[in-house]
């Protein structure tokens, strides 16, 4: 028997409409005192980008040609990956 998974969807890609969406989801569960919402879990990292031990994104040291260290720190976490699973949590 195949595995399930916690999910709703999976490899939804990382781009400004499918974010708006689930704002604008969450949004109106909130407006409509909803105990559930739409939480997005980002995944598929970028160059420059792993997994943590506890599984988010963070920057991998980086030094350009010059030898410099590369600053990733400061990125958003939603231009760290390529696409991301949503999630229902209840409140």
């Given at each position: ?12 890609p990382?781009?400004?409409?499918t974010?708006w ?42 030094e350009d ?8 720190k ?18």
């Amino acid at each position: 028997m195949k595995q399930k998974y916690q999910h709703l969807m999976n490899n939804i890609p990382n781009n400004f409409i499918t974010r708006w969406f689930i704002r604008k989801a969450n949004k109106k569960m909130r407006d409509s005192d909803s105990r559930y919402r739409l939480q997005a879990r980002y995944r598929k990292p970028l160059p420059g980008f792993r997994y943590s031990s506890h599984g988010d994104l963070v920057p991998k040291i980086w030094e350009d040609t010059k030898g410099r260290h590369i600053n990733l720190k400061n990125v958003p976490i939603y231009k760290r990956a390529k696409a991301f699973s949503v999630y229902l949590r209840v409140r």
